[in-house]
Structure formats: C-alpha cells, structure tokens
C-alpha cells in the first residue's frame, strides 16, 4: 500500500489485502487474506489494482478445472491500475495500465488483490477518462473480440455483411462495435441472441437486427440485409 507520511512524501506499506484461491472448491475457498506486497525484480513491474474484470476461467479455476495451478493462488487474468514501481522506462511509476492473461492468476498471482506483481510485457498504457469499474470490463472482452475479427480478417474500413452470434453478450456487443463502430467501418452487423427479450432498445436505436439463435446460421440472416452474411463469427470467442 502507499501511504502518504506528514511531510506529504509517499511511502510503501508492507502488506495488501487479496482474495486468496485457498484451495479447489466453491465460494467458501476465497478468503480475503493480507499478504506481502510483492518485491519489484528485474522484467516485472508492480501495479497498484484499481479493478479487475471477472471471467469464467477464473470459475473453472477455482473449482479445480486447471491442472497446471497450485494452490494457495490470487486469481485474476485481467486488471487496471495505476504503475506502482516500474522497472521499465517505457512505464513510469504513475503510467495507467491494463494487463490481460499472460498466465495471469494462473502460473503467478493475478489482479484479485490490491497489487500484482506482473511480466513488463503484459502491461498495455491506457490513456482514458473512464472509470475504473468501466474500465476494468473492457481488455479481455474487447481483446477476446479484437481476436475474433481477426481470425475472420475483418477490418477497418473492410465493406461487407457480418453475422455475430451471442451478439447481445459482452464479447458479442463488443465485436459488433469494433466491426461497425469505427469511423471507417463499412460491415454491417447482424446478430442471433439466445432469448427473445435480450436486444436493448440501443441496439434497436442503432439500426441492428437480432435474430434467435439456433444450431446453424439462421436462415433469417439471409434476407438480412440481402443476400446474406460474408462472414460470420463463432458465439465462442
């Protein structure tokens, strides 16, 4: 922790709070527990957590479904902060970062905590006026879609028909925007969506259609807009 002393100067406290994994199992096995805050060493830079995303590995995790993971473990594949003590010029102490996988929370501890120690490689700087609970939702949901379009060579200023299953989940909204929103995109986006009632009156607004998601690419989409979709992603990122 960083503590400011009467002479305004800032010291590091010794210990933070995390939630540690302390073994495989359900809910109860998280314990909010003070531990050291790590030591800086060389190619690693410590991270004062601001936020942390939430993501279903971290789940599976937890209940034991990661072979290669000991326990006791900070969980953990994403976080925001702010850079505490940098051992990488490019990085100054004070330099807003997000780090995203990596064998986060996985092979070393990840952002359920206070600080993490992480890998000078992993932390991308972020110039934003988000807040940190909006922020700290966004690099793996949007890293996760960035893939996707990717893998179908989408790009921007790409022309085309693009059909998005589970468009109405996070991963979903977030390709849909990557794909349309940019101010050179030409793709237009359609989207299956699990449940009837689960297209918001945004995306409404915005002119996108949602059909019911089934097995296959649904036959509605072809009609939507004509002929149909050039590519379409998978509903897994």
Known sequence: MLNRTSSGRCEMRATMRAAVCARAGGPEVLEIRELPVPAVREGWSLVQVKGAGLNRSELRTRQGHSPNVTFPRVLGIECVGIVAASTDPVLPDGTTVAAVMGEMGRQFDGGYAEYA???NPLLMPVTTTLPWDVLAALPETYLTAQGSLDALGVMPGDQGRLLIRGGTSSVGMAAVSM???????RCAALATRRRPGGVSARWR???????PRTRRVPAGSRRHPPPGPDRARPRRG
């Not at 349309?180 to 995109?185: D, F, I, N, T």
């Not at 607004?205 to 059909?211: I, K, S, T």
């Open 179 to 185: 794909a349309s929103g940019h101010r050179q995109a």
């Open 117 to 119: 120690l992480l890998p």
């Open 205 to 211: 607004a915005r002119g996108r259609r949602c059909l």
